[in-house]
């Protein structure tokens, strides 16, 4: 999947083809102002789109090579001074035409948007808004997306596996995207929900820290350096690609190898709440919707704080196959509705082999923080309050129809305490009852006993004599312990 034609095309951009002004001032203007700058223009000249066609060229030439099949050939230097001599605006449209996506555009037309659990009502046609309401919703919204964390591609890091990789251009990008989820989970623990990020300095210490959290190297907790070491068990290696449920476990594993066997105890809290990788059954080896179980959740809570009875912080990861090939089309609706919850935390996930970043839904579109952006690395210190952090935020609103998004992909919650974790239950056992028998998860507060199907009965193993554990098969369908079965559901192996 590291041959995919997005992923090639998307890797040769730096930050400022990309982004606007971070401070408010730049987007006061309002939405028209920002669909203006996202109109394309005429089409390229020919030397432009000459000088772009050569762009995928090399990138494609830069994937092959790291898999030992070819090697750059001495066109290299010429193609890159083609390159830079060309505008990139042609190229940034012809690898959205390939992902299928657009830019900004935010409608004033359609309903209000959601962006991980705040509402933003911006349409001119709701009769009980006002239009300066509206335009004050719109500049909100765009202060709310560029305070998020943006986690992209960088160039320059120390070398990492063995082809001595110093970037990750054509394979991070899903490695990135779940960079993106935790960070907005310890902003939120840290920061709150309602942190947007100032336009002075000196920065916030705790915004600093996080940041360095992510950095580009081992001293960083967080890097894609740690996260690849974490991760072989589950085959994620230095230019490869894995799916959303590997990539979940990696966080798990690293999150237990720093509490378990890390001296420092700044570096022991480096994520400050329990990480909760739900699957289902049989820790997805039989597929079905996931399910989260209450008193796993809070036994995992309760040694992380030892015993205390508030409850620890809690990021719930939840790895989900919604369909074959496609998505299924009516776990649209339920995907759409998780951004309603105040616990929301997005969706790792995107087109098939480009993964990205989504946070926010409006109608039927997904809007997205994009990780095929190749930046240098910037190393940003816990002590320097002055930092330029520019590259860490993402002003351009981009959006790809939740009907398209591939099949694979993980939701993320976080709830900061124990009555947080039960009003979000409780919103996912409403969630689960609407879903017409296909629920994306659902919850239960404990592990039932697993059940042995054999010809025409079915033994109950929990270790009751007599016949109060046998039933005849006929009777499965009026069996509680499978009402959150579903026979005809497209759910995958985990």
């Known amino acids: 999947m590291t041959d995919l034609p997005e992923r090639a095309v998307a890797s040769s951009f730096s930050a400022e083809t990309s982004t606007y002004s971070a401070d408010t001032d730049g987007i006061s203007g309002g939405l028209e102002k920002i669909t203006t700058q996202s109109i394309p223009s005429k089409a390229p000249s020919w030397p432009s789109f000459f000088a772009s066609t050569l762009s995928v060229f090399e990138s494609y030439t830069y994937v092959t090579s790291i898999r030992g099949r070819e090697s750059k050939t001495?066109?290299?230097?010429?193609?890159?001074?083609?390159?830079?001599?060309?505008?990139?605006?042609?190229?940034?449209?012809?690898?959205?035409?390939i992902l299928g996506v657009s830019k900004s555009c935010v409608s004033s037309t359609a309903s209000e948007i959601w962006l991980l659990g705040a509402c933003y009502r911006v349409s001119h046609d709701d009769s009980s808004s006002d239009a300066e309401s509206v335009e004050n919703d719109i500049v909100a919204f765009h202060h709310d997306f560029s305070s998020r964390i943006w986690l992209t591609y960088r160039k320059g890091f120390d070398a990492i596996g063995d082809f001595k990789l110093t970037s990750d251009v054509n394979w991070g990008c899903m490695i990135r995207s779940s960079q993106m989820l935790v960070a907005q989970a310890i902003l939120f623990h840290s920061l709150g929900r309602f942190w947007r990020r100032p336009s002075e300095k000196p920065h916030d210490p705790e915004y600093i820290d996080i940041l360095h959290l992510f950095g580009d190297s081992e001293s960083s907790s967080f890097s894609i350096h740690n996260l690849l070491h974490a991760g072989r068990p589950y085959g994620l290696v230095a230019g490869s690609w894995v799916g959303p449920y590997a990539m979940c476990r990696s966080w798990e594993t690293l999150s237990r190898d720093k509490r378990d066997h890390v001296q420092d105890e700044k570096e022991k809290q480096s994520?400050?709440?329990?990480?909760?990788?739900?699957?289902?059954?049989?820790?997805?080896?039989?597929?079905?919707a996931p399910v989260i179980y209450r008193e796993d959740a809070e036994l995992l809570c309760s040694e992380f704080c030892d015993g205390q009875v508030a409850g620890a912080p809690l990021l719930l990861l939840i790895p989900l196959v919604l369909g074959l090939e496609k998505i299924n089309?009516?776990?649209?609706?339920?995907?759409?509705?998780?951004?309603?919850?105040?616990?929301?935390?997005g969706i790792l996930?995107?087109?098939p082999g480009a993964s990205?970043?989504?946070?926010?839904?409006?109608?039927?579109?997904?809007?997205?923080?994009?990780?095929?952006?190749?930046?240098?690395v910037v190393e940003i210190a816990r002590d320097n309050l002055e930092a330029d952090t520019s590259?860490?935020?993402?002003?351009?609103?981009?959006?790809?129809?939740?009907?398209?998004?591939?099949?694979?992909?993980?939701?993320?919650?976080?709830?900061r305490d124990r009555d947080d974790f039960e009003r979000f239950c409780a919103r996912a056992s409403e969630l689960a009852d609407k879903s017409g028998g296909a629920p994306l998860f659902t919850v239960a507060q404990s592990l039932k006993p697993a059940k042995l199907v054999h010809k025409d009965?079915?033994?109950?193993?929990?270790?009751?004599?007599?016949?109060?554990?046998?039933?005849?098969a006929s009777e499965l369908d009026n069996s509680s312990s499978?009402?959150?079965?579903?026979?005809?559901?497209?759910?995958?192996?985990?």
């Open 457 to 472: 009965i079915i033994v109950d193993n929990s270790g009751e004599s007599g016949n109060s554990g046998i039933k005849n």
């Open 391 to 415: 590259t860490y935020h993402c002003n351009v609103v981009r959006q790809l129809p939740l009907d398209t998004i591939d099949p694979s992909l993980a939701i993320g919650f976080y709830c």
């Open 271 to 288: 994520l400050p709440m329990v990480l909760y990788v739900v699957s289902g059954d049989e820790d997805g080896a039989r597929g079905g």
């Open 482 to 494: 499978y009402d959150h079965v579903s026979l005809d559901d497209d759910w995958q192996l985990l």
């Open 356 to 376: 990205t970043y989504i946070i926010g839904v409006q109608d039927n579109n997904a809007l997205y923080l994009d990780p095929h952006e190749n930046q240098p």
């Open 329 to 345: 089309p009516r776990y649209v609706p339920l995907l759409k509705e998780t951004f309603t919850f105040p616990q929301s935390l």
């Open 349 to 351: 996930g995107g087109k």
């Open 74 to 97: 001495g066109t290299h230097g010429w193609m890159t001074a083609v390159k830079r001599a060309a505008s990139l605006g042609p190229m940034r449209r012809f690898q959205e035409r």
